[in-house]
């Protein structure tokens, strides 16, 4: 079965600072992954897929992910990070069926 | 409209009332999901819907009753819901794990739902 796992549910980062979220992922088929962005009282936003292809994904916002099959992780990373960034994060996997995997998620905090 | 949305966007009711959560999403996709989100607690998938038929019903208790009309349309039926059923529920879309979409999902803006 697949699963996701996000390490820290809590992230604290001063503004300007680098942001790395973390996520391992468990998966018997070739993965489809997915890192979701949701600010409070939204729904959730993508922010970026890996699919095939290049390894190293961009998404909006500045994030990019790297996805590494040697270690199952697929960490989100933002080089500087901005007020605007505080949400929280989910990471996701999809199985070979209609669904997604979500991790449990990391609130991000930023600090002047 | 584009997108996903979810009407209403808050709803307060009693113990004993019977309400409706609606749904429609606006992206020609054809399968369709609700999630429960509470604090502090992983996002808990509830019922998918695949062409209109619901494949996944993952032991949510018979107090919440969801309608899949067609494949633009979900809604989820509440009734006799306890104050534990309080939370933000949220509706998403995907065009299933294709080699175009990858299960990619598109989610509404939620209905924060709060049981007296």
């Known amino acids: 079965a697949q699963s996701v796992t996000q390490l820290g549910s809590h992230v604290s980062v001063s503004e300007g600072a680098l942001v790395l979220l973390r996520c391992n992922y468990s998966?018997?088929?070739?993965?489809?992954l997915f890192w979701y962005v949701q600010y409070p009282n939204q729904g959730l936003q993508l922010l970026l897929k890996?699919?095939?292809?290049?390894?190293l994904v961009k998404g909006i916002n500045g994030f990019e992910a790297e996805f590494k099959k040697s270690e199952t992780s697929f960490h989100l990373t933002k080089p500087s990070a901005h007020m605007s960034d505080a949400a929280e994060y989910f990471c996701?996997?999809?199985?070979?069926?209609?669904?997604?995997?979500f991790g449990t998620g990391t609130r991000l905090q930023v600090f002047p | 409209e584009t997108g996903v949305t979810q009407t209403p966007r808050h709803l307060v009711m009693g113990m004993t009332n019977k309400k409706s959560l609606k749904c429609e999403q606006h992206?020609?996709?054809?399968?369709m999901y609700w999630y429960k989100q509470s604090a502090k607690k992983p996002l808990e998938l509830m019922f998918v819907?695949?062409?209109?038929?619901?494949?996944e019903n993952n032991s949510v208790p018979s107090r919440f009753s969801p309608e899949c009309p067609n494949s633009s349309h979900l809604f989820l039926h509440l009734h006799t819901l306890q104050p534990e059923d309080s939370a933000l529920y949220l509706c998403?879309?995907?065009?299933?794990?294709?080699?175009?979409?990858?299960?990619?999902?598109?989610f509404g803006p939620g209905t924060r739902l709060t049981v007296l």
């Open positions: 890996y699919t095939t292809g290049a390894t």
């Open positions: 998403a879309s995907s065009q299933g794990r294709t080699r175009i979409s990858y299960n990619e999902q598109f």
């Open positions: 996701a996997v999809s199985e070979n069926t209609d669904k997604l995997i």
């Open positions: 819907y695949s062409l209109e038929e619901r494949v």
């Open positions: 992206l020609g996709h054809n399968a």
């Open positions: 998966s018997s088929v070739p993965p489809y």
